[in-house]
């Protein structure tokens, strides 16, 4: 590096954000060009990183993600330095960043790995919450503290991961689909993971011995809105911190006022029409309809014309890319969802300026078994592939689209269960042109496999199931299972054998 003025430096690579991606791009960098000083610009204080790393089958991986100080990651890469200031601008033809602290960075290759954030229901509202950080959930315990009821909406993987987490507190479970987790299961698996809700929580294993570093929480300013009004979806602002993983919840109490373990409401196929606030509400004509719903904090009206009164209102309905900074005067082609369209080389349609992780959405052709999430393992992949093409493209070298986009493979936990997903694990995009065949054992196992033509396509695999590996060579090697019909789920079969 050598440093034009105090505030203007230059680094021939430059990776923004410190999440999962953009440590993981950055750390690739650093081992790929020792010789070379590489920059990790980051809005948040703490980075992400990869600890606990298994590879569990071909496709398959587990790990853990620690949150550290940045001085951590730049004593195991000397050459790596980490600046914390959020990136305000972008003068891709120049090669040239600026940061909020007035700093300006020049580059020869970047990679944008900002992240996303959630899609909140109104904006700065106090009793409307969005979890993606560590303050925002910290602020989301701070609530759940004092609460007796809650209103969850959304429908995806932290939803479905809140309202079994929680106790003590009534949840009212707002969802717009006929079954519940509906991102990651079809019906069926919903079904089995019903009972699980009815449930009281089985104790914790085990104590959660992390190392958890927090950052100071925001004020807030009341207001009530119809959520209708404004398109379903407003984002919130100034969220910079790394997206929580997995075990977010993991080390702090998610404990309402209650007695009771679990009490989750469902309210199927509706979202949320209008928020009110309680002084709102007592104007509005719904309060004169509706006598018996006593005296909360905030008020949601649904589309199905149900009102539950309740202490706060959490959104999580997916997320927005973080790509503000970038857009302004610069040509970046971006995807329906609002992502930095990136192509097989996870370069943007700026040149030199690459994306991996949840800012980005992937533009080439997909493999027939891979689809984009955006989740923890695909922002590694991502990150470290990101790396891996800028390294071929400075030493003009041909690189081939990397193994793991070839099938989506994913595993994580549900209401204390084992999941794994294999390729096109809820049929998508395969129409009516496929079948399915469900193995289930109440509070046990569930296991469901998707067949197009005779080939497997895809799993779902819920619980101690075993199966993963061999699911994860048949879907890969696309033989002709035909000829087996129901047998492939026999459970007195050892299908592993089967194949060998
Ligand atoms: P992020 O982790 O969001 O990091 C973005 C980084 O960019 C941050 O460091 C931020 O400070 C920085 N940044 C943003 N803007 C700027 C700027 N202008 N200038 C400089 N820096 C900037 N995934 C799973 O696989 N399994 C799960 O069970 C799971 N559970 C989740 C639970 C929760 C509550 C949440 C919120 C997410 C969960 N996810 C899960 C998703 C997963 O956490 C994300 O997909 C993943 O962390 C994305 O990584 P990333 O590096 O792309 O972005």
Known sequence: MAGTSESEKRFRFVVVGGGIAGVTCAEQLALQFPSEDIALLTAAPLVKTVTNFRQVSKTLQDFSVEEQPASILEEKYPNLKVIHSAVKGLHA????????????FHYEKLCLCSGARPK???????????????????????????????????????????????????????????????????????????????????????????????????????????????????????????????????GISLRGTEEVSHRVHVEYECEIKTI??????????????????????????????????????????????NTEPFLHGNNFELADDRGLKVNEHMLTSVPDVYAAGDVCTAGWEPSALWQQMRLWTQARQMGWYA?????????????????????????????????????????????????????????????KVVLSGGRMMGAILIGETDLEETFENLILNQMDLSSYGEELLNPNIDIEDYFD
Request: aromatic content about 8%; hydrophobic content about 35%; proline content about 4%.
């Open 93 to 104: 033809k120049q090669h040239v960043l600026q940061t909020e602290n007035r700093q300006v």
């Open 120 to 250: 909140l229901l109104i904006p700065d509202n106090p009793n409307v919450l969005g979890i993606r950080d560590t303050d925002s959930a910290q602020e989301f315990q701070k609530h759940l503290s004092k609460a007796k009821r809650m209103v969850v909406v959304g429908n995806g993987g932290i939803a479905l991961e809140l309202v079994y987490e929680v106790e003590g507190c009534e949840v009212i479970w707002a969802i717009k689909d006929k079954a519940i987790g509906n991102t990651f299961f079809d019906a069926g698996a919903a079904q089995f993971l019903i009972p699980s809700l009815e449930a009281d929580k089985p104790e914790k294993a085990l104590p959660c011995k992390r190392t958890r570093y927090t950052t100071a929480s925001k004020d807030d300013h009341s207001q009530s809105s119809d959520v209708s009004s404004q398109g379903s979806t407003a984002e919130g602002s100034g969220e910079l911190g790394s997206a929580l993983g997995p075990d977010w919840h993991e």
């Open 276 to 321: 009110y606030s309680q002084q709102d509400f007592m104007k509005s004509p719904l309060h004169t309809q509706e006598t018996d719903l006593g005296l909360w904090p905030v008020y949601a009206h649904l589309t199905n014309g149900k009102t539950f009164g309740c202490d706060f209102i959490v959104s999580a309905t997916g997320v927005v890319p």
């Open 387 to 447: 790396a891996r093409c800028i390294v071929a493209d400075v030493l003009e070298e041909p690189i081939e689209l990397d193994f793991c986009f070839e099938l989506f493979s994913h595993i994580t936990k549900f209401f204390n269960y084992k999941v794994v997903l294999l390729g096109k694990f809820n049929a998508q995009g395969l129409g009516s042109n496929h079948e399915l065949l469900v193995r289930c054992t109440k509070g046990h196992e569930y296991v």
